[in-house]
């Protein structure tokens, strides 16, 4: 099967970063018409947030067929399940895009409070409605910029879980004042070493008095790994879109010595 045009454009080198630009509005085309097909009541079928409701089919920075599969960053699934026996007074996210980890957080823990930071107005608007859609909008905080300052400050009152993806943004986050005021926190941060290239060592430096610090990494997953995927018309099973990314990815897992 030949490459779509947009795919070929780039290979020839055709106006680069307008066929960069056609190939992605591309890419997102097919996305939206797979997430259809395979979830037509917009609902995420497998995974550790099955049943959440997306009020549209849009997605911010990434895949939202992966999400609907459950597939999405599933290599994090062990640790949020374990989650599930703590009772974590808030969870703060830092750049929660259309809410899949803020709201599906909040519907894993009913009894938290959680804080939703996202710089990309769009995003956060995303995550507003889909709260809204999935009834958790009473126990949700949104703020644009998730900062150090922002974890510093914070009022604790009780066990609290970080999360944060903000594309290298961490290393100005993460720091040893910052590690102290988690003191009694698990956190999650996703390690964006192409951007930051000693972003574990920064990690591993901040987290090494107070937090115990391991390490997940991305996986090359298979179509056979997920059943679901039988419920697609056959000239879709064989898409690119079960993984969410094309390199490999490590998360920092941070839990306090405590």
Not at 121 to 148: D, F, I, Q
Not at 205 to 233: E, M, N, W
Request: net charge neutral; aromatic share 10%.
């Amino acid at each position: 099967m030949s490459k779509p045009l947009a795919q070929r454009l780039l290979d020839i080198g055709f106006i680069r970063n307008i066929g960069r630009k056609v190939y992605y509005e591309y890419q997102k085309l097919q996305d939206a018409e797979l997430t259809e097909l395979f979830s037509p009541q917009r609902v995420v079928r497998g995974g550790i947030f099955q049943g959440m409701k997306y009020p549209a089919y849009e997605s911010s920075g990434s895949p939202l067929f992966t999400k609907m599969l459950g597939s999405y960053e599933d290599e994090l699934n062990p640790f949020l399940l374990e989650s599930r026996t703590i009772k974590y007074a808030d969870i703060i996210d830092i750049g929660c895009a259309e809410g899949y980890y803020a709201v599906g957080l909040a519907m894993m823990h009913p009894e938290a409070r959680v804080h939703a930071f996202d710089i990309d107005p769009v995003a956060l608007s995303r995550c507003k409605a889909m709260a809204s859609a999935n009834g958790v909008s009473e126990r949700m905080v949104y703020g644009t910029k998730g900062e150090k300052a922002t974890l510093i400050n914070f009022k604790y009152t009780g066990r609290t879980l970080v999360l944060c993806d903000c594309e290298g943004y961490e290393k100005e986050i993460f720091d040893e004042e910052t590690a102290r005021a988690l003191k009694n926190a698990d956190v999650i941060i996703e390690l964006h070493d192409h951007v930051v290239p000693d972003i574990k060592q920064r990690v591993e430096r901040a987290f090494r008095d107070t937090h115990i610090v391991t390490y997940v990494s991305s996986r090359l997953k298979s179509q056979k790994d997920y059943p679901l995927l039988a419920d697609l018309p056959v000239e879709y099973k064989d898409n690119k879109f079960v993984s969410d990314r094309n390199t490999t990815m490590d998360w920092a897992v941070i839990r306090p010595k405590g």
